[in-house]
C-alpha cells in the first residue's frame, strides 16, 4: 500500500489506495440521469439535488442533466469570472485531496458543467439547482 520515489536528493512516499489492480472503473460512482425539472437522489455522492425551472417560463422540452463524477479536462465557468476554468484547478484551490477528490460530483447539461458541489458557478437561465446532503 505504499509507493516509494527516489531522487538524487530525496526519498518520497505514497500511500496507494488499497483495491485490486484494474478495478478503478469498478469503483466509480455511476452517473445519475434526470429530467429537467426533477429531482436525484444519489446514495453515491450522498447528494440529493433538486433542478427547477422558473415558475414564469415554459419547462424546457426532454431536457436532461447528468449528475457525475468529475472527469480530467472538465472546464468550469465560476461565477464572476471571464473564463471557464479546469476542475482540478478549482479542487486545488479547494484544497480537496485524496478519494473525496476522485468523486467530486458535477452536474452538466449538454457538454457544460452548470453545478459543482462547493463551488458557486455561473448561473444557467431559467434553471434554479437546490442541493442538500443525505
Known amino acids: 500500500g ?5 531522487t ?3 526519498m518520497r512516499l505514497a500511500v496507494l489506495p488499497v483495491a485490486p489492480a484494474g478495478s478503478i472503473a469498478a469503483e466509480l460512482p455511476p452517473a445519475y440521469k434526470v429530467a429537467i425539472p426533477g429531482e ?3 446514495p453515491a455522492f450522498g447528494l440529493r439535488l433538486r433542478i427547477e425551472v422558473a415558475e414564469a417560463d415554459k419547462p424546457p422540452e426532454a431536457q436532461f442533466v447528468t449528475l457525475r ?16 476554468h479546469k476542475v482540478k484547478e478549482v479542487l486545488e484551490r479547494l484544497k480537496v485531496t485524496g478519494s ?4 467530486w460530483p458535477v452536474l452538466e447539461l449538454d457538454g457544460h458543467i452548470i453545478w459543482m458541489q462547493g463551488v458557486e458557478v455561473e448561473p444557467v437561465p ?7 446532503s443525505l
Open 40 to 42: 436525484v437522489v444519489a
Open 126 to 132: 431559467r434553471i434554479h439547482i437546490i442541493s442538500s
Open 8 to 10: 538524487a536528493r530525496e
Open 69 to 84: 463524477n468529475w472527469r480530467p479536462g472538465d472546464r468550469v465557468r465560476l461565477r464572476y469570472s471571464s473564463a471557464p
Open 2 to 6: 505504499i509507493r516509494a520515489e527516489r
Open 100 to 103: 473525496s477528490r476522485t468523486f
